[in-house]
Every structure is written in structure tokens, then in C-alpha cells.
């Protein structure tokens, strides 16, 4: 196996630091190089991440950091005939669950419980403790979650709590659960999976099902498949359904499932590839196949 060559990763917002640790660390092991371009909303954590990266012996050219707009670099990267591997994460994609899909005999009780679980989270600074949610990333992804929020309500969904900005203002949003949401809303992923959106905050739109198979076929009624996850008492159940689910990480059970040790990529347009584990590694490498003929032939 030998190394892709030159690698570019183009890495959101969200974890500015973890993406491009999992993206960096098995690309220069491999003996790639790396060319970083972070998010415009978060470029010291990928400065800081290159200068600590010399100060502990990575050679000057091995990992280097891109800035500016982000249209235009990503397009000469993407288009460089000199890189060879190639990750593009449009800072819009997590494993958050964007809809809980409740199944019909429970899903008053649940609405009921899962709100009032709900309520018990703590919204504020980050570095204070016991806080358990902060603000959004900047006034556009409120104006969205707000928009989102508006077109559920406006169509029959019922807010059970939250679904305005919260007292501290800036750009901190409550805790939001919302009930009978459906499929012509565009927090429903069935409709807005042709806007190529997620609601990418606070909001837990909740959806009603029949069936097994119902709710399989609204988990996968989607352009994207990075995470699902299943909750359920029936260990046949569990395989069945992970089976079918159309996503790269499946959850049973647990909510957070992301580890280092294990391959971590979506499907359809979640992304191509994987990272972490040894299949992370493979993702950097090329396979060469040599067949070696008789040295002592005349």
C-alpha cells in the first residue's frame, strides 16, 4: 500500500477541532500531506491546531492551512489534479437525530414524558457548570431554525415547548419539541430532503408512525444517511431494522456512538468513505498489486 498523495479537507464549524484531527492524524501517518481549509465562522482552532502540530515535530509543508472564501478554495481544491484524496464536509452534516419518529400507541405518552425531559436542560455559557446546551453559531442558523419553526407551526404542528429565541438573547434558542409534524414540512426530512437542509438546531420534530415498516420507510425517505439510531425492547427487532435502515452509523439503544475506533462516514449523499479505525487509515492509502516473475529466467 502506498500513500494518496496530497489530501484536502475541507472541515465545518461544528467540532473545528475533532474534524480536522480525523481527518489530519491517519492522513500524515499514511505519509500524506495535508492541505486544511476550516470554516470561515472558526479559522483560529485551525491555526492553533497547525502551530501545535510544528511545535511537536511535524515537518514545515506536511500540514498546511488554507484560508478565505469558501466557494472559491474549496472549488481549487476539489479541482487540483495534485490532490488526491479528497474530504468535503459542508459544516451542515452531524448524527444529531433531525426527527424522533414515535410509534402511534405511545406517542402521546412520549410527547408528554420526552418534553418534560426536555425542559430540565440548562441553556447558557458553556464554561459554567451544569449547562447542557449553548448558543447557535451565528444569527443566520437562528433565522433558519426560526424559519423552520414558523412553516411547522403554520401547517397544523403543535409547539409543546420552546420554539422561540431564549431570554438571554444573542443567538441562544430554547429547547424546542414539537408534536404532529408532517411529511409537508419542511423539518420533516421527507420534504426538505429535496432542499438538501437540516435544522441544524434545538428543534425535535416529533413524527408519528404505524407500522415497522412505516417508519422505515420515512427513516430512509432522505438524500442523506449518516445516523440513525433505534430504541426498542426486541433484540430481533434491532437487527431487522438496523438492516434496513439506509445509514452508515446505526445506534441501538444509545444516543452517542461516535468513537475513534470505529469507521465513522455516512451513505448516499452523507459523504464518501470512512475515518477512524484501521478503515480510516485505508482511506489514505492506494493498493498496489506487483507480481513478480522468475529472477532466474533466461
Not at 470561515?40 to 511545535?55: F, G, I
Request: proline share 5%; hydrophobic share 40%; glycine share 10%.
Amino acid at each position: 500500500m502506498q500513500p494518496v498523495g496530497v489530501v484536502g479537507a475541507i472541515t465545518p464549524w461544528n467540532f473545528p477541532l475533532a474534524m480536522i484531527t480525523r481527518k489530519v492524524g491517519p492522513a500524515l501517518a499514511s505519509g500524506c500531506t495535508v492541505v486544511v481549509k476550516p470554516s470561515e465562522l472558526t479559522p483560529l482552532t485551525a491555526l492553533a491546531a497547525a502551530e501545535l502540530a510544528l511545535q511537536a515535530g511535524v515537518p514545515p509543508g506536511a500540514l498546511n492551512v488554507v484560508m478565505g472564501n469558501a466557494p472559491e478554495i474549496g472549488d481549487a481544491l476539489l479541482a487540483s489534479p495534485q490532490l488526491a484524496a479528497k474530504f468535503r464536509n459542508s459544516g451542515q452534516t452531524c448524527v444529531c437525530a433531525n426527527r424522533v419518529l414515535v410509534q402511534d400507541g405511545i406517542y402521546d405518552k412520549f410527547a408528554e414524558a420526552f418534553s418534560e425531559a426536555v425542559q430540565k436542560l440548562e441553556v447558557g455559557d458553556g464554561f459554567k457548570e451544569g449547562t447542557t446546551q449553548g448558543p447557535l453559531i451565528n444569527d443566520a442558523a437562528i433565522q433558519k431554525v426560526e424559519s423552520f419553526v414558523q412553516d411547522a407551526v403554520s401547517k397544523g404542528a403543535k409547539i409543546l415547548l420552546g420554539g422561540k429565541k431564549h431570554s438571554l438573547g444573542m443567538t441562544f434558542y430554547e429547547p424546542t419539541v414539537i408534536r404532529d409534524v408532517t411529511s409537508n414540512m419542511i423539518m420533516s426530512k421527507t420534504y426538505f430532503a429535496r432542499l438538501r437542509e437540516e435544522i441544524f438546531g434545538p428543534v425535535a420534530p416529533l413524527i408519528r408512525f404505524k407500522t415497522e415498516e412505516d417508519a422505515i420507510r420515512i427513516a430512509n425517505d432522505t438524500i442523506a444517511g449518516l445516523a440513525a439510531y433505534i430504541f426498542t425492547n426486541s433484540v430481533q427487532r434491532s437487527w431487522r431494522v438496523s438492516e434496513a435502515l439506509e445509514y452508515g452509523l446505526v445506534g441501538v439503544n444509545e444516543g452517542i456512538i461516535s468513537t475513534e475506533v470505529a469507521p465513522f462516514g455516512g451513505v448516499k449523499q452523507s459523504g464518501l468513505g470512512r475515518e477512524g479505525s484501521k478503515y480510516g487509515m485505508d482511506e489514505y492509502h492506494e493498493i498496489k498489486y506487483i507480481c513478480m516473475g522468475d529472477m532466474n529466467r533466461q
